[in-house]
């Protein structure tokens, strides 16, 4: 058994030729990632400025269309809304017992 003995000259030249390969495949897939990461960047970019401007033209076209009427009644919801003049309940909760129910007399047994 002298095929891959450690006093064999050329086991040493394997073994480091062996880990050149495997870092430098390393750095190649890296160098390929950011490549695919730059490419992705700027197609994200270009798409998100497309659809921002679509959404802009659309929007703008939206309130081009719309009526006086429409236009008073969002004012006035969101009058409504951000001054709170709509129908205020007293935020109170009232718990009544059952003492029909399944769940009431689980967790109630004294009903």
Known sequence: M?????????????AGVSILVVFAILVILVAI?????????KTTDKVSDVKAEY???????????ADDKDKAA??????LYFN?????????L??????????GARLNPRL
């Open 2 to 14: 002298n095929f891959l003995s450690i006093s064999d000259p050329n086991i040493w030249l394997l």
């Open 94 to 103: 009232t718990i009544k017992p059952n003492p029909n129910s399944a769940w």
């Open 74 to 79: 969002v004012a006035m919801a969101l009058y």
């Open 55 to 65: 959404k802009e033209n659309k929007q703008a076209k939206a309130i081009e269309k």
């Open 33 to 41: 990632l950011g490549i695919f990461t730059a490419v992705a960047m």
């Open 84 to 92: 709170e003049y709509e129908n205020r309940e007293n935020r109170i």
